[in-house]
């Protein structure tokens, strides 16, 4: 059982995001900004990271940036619902996010990415 943290502003989304990694026998952590994540991810020993990239406070880019250069081992991916704008994408992936999805994104191919990420 690995320990997720999921950061994300919308209570939907970290409440789907909750449900489907339990059920695939995780423990998952959960946090509504960059800060708030930032402080869990110091206290607890996190195996993966679920980040939105655009949320008030610290954003999930400022965030994947902190998180990959204070940790060297930190596996983010990064999610963000600004369609048709790949440059958050890219500058997620620029910032260490080890993978990148558009919202609304596919339940079943994030955890299989999620599954992969944690496997390495």
Same mark, same amino acid.
């Given at each position: 059982?690995?320990?997720?943290? #999921? ?10 995001? /909750?449900? #489907? ?6 423990? =998952? @952590?959960?946090?509504? %900004? ?10 607890? /020993?996190?195996?993966? #990271? +679920? ?9 999930? @880019?400022?965030?994947?940036?902190? @998180?990959?250069?204070?940790? !060297?081992?930190? /596996? ?11 440059? &958050?994408? %890219? =500058?997620? *992936? !620029? &910032?260490?996010?080890?993978? =990148?999805?558009? *919202?609304?994104?596919?339940? %079943? *191919? !994030? !955890? /299989?990415?999620?599954?992969?990420? +944690?496997? *390495?």
């Amino acid at each position: 059982m690995a320990t997720i943290l #999921v950061i994300d502003d919308e209570e939907s989304i970290r409440s789907l995001l /909750k449900e #489907v990694l339990q059920r695939a026998n995780h423990h =998952v @952590l959960e946090a509504r %900004d960059g800060g708030e994540g930032l402080a869990l991810y110091q206290q607890n /020993k996190v195996d993966l #990271v +679920l980040m939105d990239i655009l949320m008030p406070g610290t954003d999930g @880019l400022e965030t994947t940036l902190q @998180l990959t250069r204070e940790y !060297l081992d930190a /596996k983010v991916i990064a999610i963000t619902g600004a369609q048709g704008d790949r440059n &958050f994408l %890219d =500058v997620a *992936k !620029l &910032f260490g996010a080890r993978r =990148v999805f558009e *919202k609304p994104f596919d339940l %079943d *191919k !994030l !955890l /299989k990415a999620v599954n992969e990420e +944690l496997a *390495k």
